[in-house]
C-alpha cells in the first residue's frame, strides 16, 4: 500500500515538473522580469521624461524624468490616463497626435505645446509607435511619447523675435533718415554747382581755357572761379577747403561769398586773401580751413598777378618746354584772422601754359590687385612730371592726357584741374 502511494506521489511530481516545464517554455518569467527591468533601466537612463502609454491612453511605464515633470509617483501614474496625470484633463489633449502615429505607424510630432507645469513654458512631443513585449512572442503596439523641455529655447526664441523687430524698426528710422539725408545732399550739391561756374569764360580773346572738376562725394570741397575784372583783366581762384562733404561744402559757400564781396574792390591779390582770412575766421569756428591759389591775369601787360595760401605751388609750362613753379608765402584761410600773404608776378608769352590744381590730383594710391590695400603714393613731383610729358600735346588733348594718366590710380579726395594757354587774338 505504501509502495503505492509513493509512486502515485510521484507521478504527480513528474507531471508537475513537466507542466513546470511547458509553463516555462511558454512563459520565461525570469526573462520576462530581466526584460522588464532592463527596459525600466533604459527608459531610467534618458534625462527627458519618457513614457510608454497603450492605445486607450494608459500609461505603461515611464521614466523618472517623466515622474518629475508631472510631479507624481511612479506608483500613482502607472495605468493611469495620460492626459490625466501629465495635464490634469479628462479627455485627451486637443493636440495629441498618438492615434495618428498608431494609425500611419509613423513618427508624429507636436512641436510647440504649453508646458503641462510652467504656465509660461513649452514643451515638444513626439509620438513614435513601440511593440512591448507582453509575454511569450506576443507584444503590445503602444506608444513612446519623448518630452523635451523647450522653455529656454522659446524664451531665446521670442527675445531675438522681438530683437528683430526692434533691429527691423531701427533699420528702417535709419533708411528713412538716409533717405532724408541724401535729399539733403542733393540738395547742397545743386546750390554749390550754382556757385561754379557753368562754363569756361570765352570772352577773352587772348586766353583759351579747359578744365576738369571730380567730387568725390555728393557735394565736395573745391571750388574754383573765373572773375572779369575791370580793364579786360581776368580773375582765376582754385580753392580746396579741408576735409570733404557737407562742411567742406559750407567753407566753400563761404569762401566764394568772400571773394565776390572783394574781387571788385581793386584790392591786391595779397590784400583780398588778408580779406578772405578774415572773413573765415570770423565765421568758422571749427578746425576746419581752406587753401586757395589767386591770381589776375593783365592781357595789355602780358603779366599775371598771383598769391597763395598753403596752395600747391602752381605750374606754368613755357612754350619752350621750360617749366616753373609759383611759389609764394602764405598760410591757410580761417586760421588766424590776421595772416599776410606774398604777392609775386609772372610775365607770360603767347603760347604758355598754366597748370591750377588742387591736392586730390595728386595725393592717390597706385591700385594694388584686389586686396585693398593702397599701392603707390604719387605725389607732387610725380604729377608735375606728368605735366611736363604733356609739352607736345595739341591743347585740347592735354585734360585727356592727364585723366588717362591717373586712371591707374584711386582717388580719395575731390580734384580740380584747369589749364589755360595764352595766345594771340588770332589763335583765340
Not at 513614457?51 to 515633470?69: C, G, H, L, P, W
Not at 576738369?212 to 580746396?240: C, E, H, S, W
Request: proline share 3%; aromatic share 10%.
Amino acid at each position: 500500500m505504501l509502495s503505492i502511494t509513493v509512486t502515485i506521489i510521484e507521478i504527480i511530481l513528474l507531471i508537475m515538473v513537466i507542466v513546470m516545464i511547458i509553463v516555462y517554455r511558454r512563459f520565461p518569467v525570469h526573462l520576462i522580469y530581466r526584460s522588464k527591468i532592463g527596459f525600466e533601466s533604459m527608459l531610467d537612463a534618458v534625462n527627458e521624461p519618457l513614457a510608454v502609454i497603450s492605445q486607450d491612453f494608459t500609461i505603461k511605464r515611464m521614466n523618472k524624468a517623466y515622474t518629475e515633470m508631472v510631479g507624481r509617483s511612479y506608483k500613482n501614474s502607472i495605468n493611469s490616463k495620460c492626459y490625466q496625470t501629465l495635464r490634469g484633463r479628462s479627455s485627451p489633449c486637443e493636440d495629441c497626435q498618438m492615434k495618428k502615429a498608431l494609425s500611419e505607424t509613423a513618427i508624429q510630432e507636436v512641436e510647440l505645446s504649453p508646458h503641462p507645469r510652467d504656465k509660461d513654458g513649452s514643451i515638444n512631443i513626439t509620438f513614435a509607435p513601440y511593440a512591448m513585449p507582453i509575454g511569450g512572442n506576443t507584444a503590445e503596439i503602444c506608444i513612446i511619447e519623448h518630452i523635451r523641455d523647450i522653455t529656454t529655447l522659446e524664451t531665446l526664441k521670442m527675445s531675438l523675435e522681438r530683437r528683430n523687430t526692434f533691429l527691423a524698426s531701427l533699420t528702417e528710422q535709419l533708411r528713412s533718415a538716409q533717405r532724408s539725408i541724401k535729399a539733403e545732399l542733393h540738395v547742397a550739391r545743386q546750390i554749390q554747382l550754382g556757385l561754379l561756374p557753368s562754363a569756361v569764360p570765352t570772352a577773352f580773346n587772348r586766353i583759351r581755357i579747359d578744365m576738369t572738376y571730380q567730387p568725390v562725394a555728393d557735394v565736395g570741397g573745391d571750388l574754383y572761379d573765373f572773375i572779369k575784372m575791370p580793364d579786360n583783366r581776368l580773375g582765376i581762384f582754385i580753392g580746396d577747403a579741408s576735409g570733404h562733404g557737407l562742411a567742406s561744402s559750407l567753407i566753400g559757400t563761404l569762401s566764394k561769398m568772400s571773394l565776390y564781396n572783394h574781387s571788385q574792390a581793386g584790392l591786391s591779390t595779397a590784400q583780398l586773401l588778408e580779406r578772405m582770412d578774415k572773413d573765415l575766421n570770423a565765421h568758422i569756428h571749427t578746425s576746419h580751413y581752406l587753401t586757395c591759389f589767386w591770381c589776375v591775369l593783365d592781357f595789355e601787360k602780358n603779366l599775371m598777378s598771383y598769391s597763395r595760401a598753403g596752395h600747391p605751388m602752381q605750374v606754368v609750362q613755357r612754350k619752350n618746354g621750360e617749366h616753373h613753379w609759383l611759389s609764394g608765402y602764405g598760410i591757410f584761410l580761417g586760421i588766424t584772422g590776421e595772416a599776410t600773404y606774398e604777392q609775386k608776378e609772372f610775365a607770360f608769352e603767347t603760347g604758355d601754359r598754366f597748370f591750377w590744381f588742387t591736392d586730390g590730383i595728386y595725393d592717390v594710391y597706385k591700385k594694388n590687385g584686389d586686396d585693398g590695400e593702397k599701392g603707390v603714393l604719387l605725389g607732387y613731383d610725380k604729377f608735375t612730371e606728368m605735366v611736363k610729358k604733356t609739352a607736345g600735346l595739341p591743347f585740347e588733348e592735354i585734360i585727356g592726357a592727364l585723366r588717362k594718366g591717373l586712371s591707374e590710380f584711386e582717388h580719395e579726395d575731390d580734384y580740380t584741374l584747369i589749364v589755360a594757354e595764352i595766345c594771340d587774338e588770332k589763335q583765340s
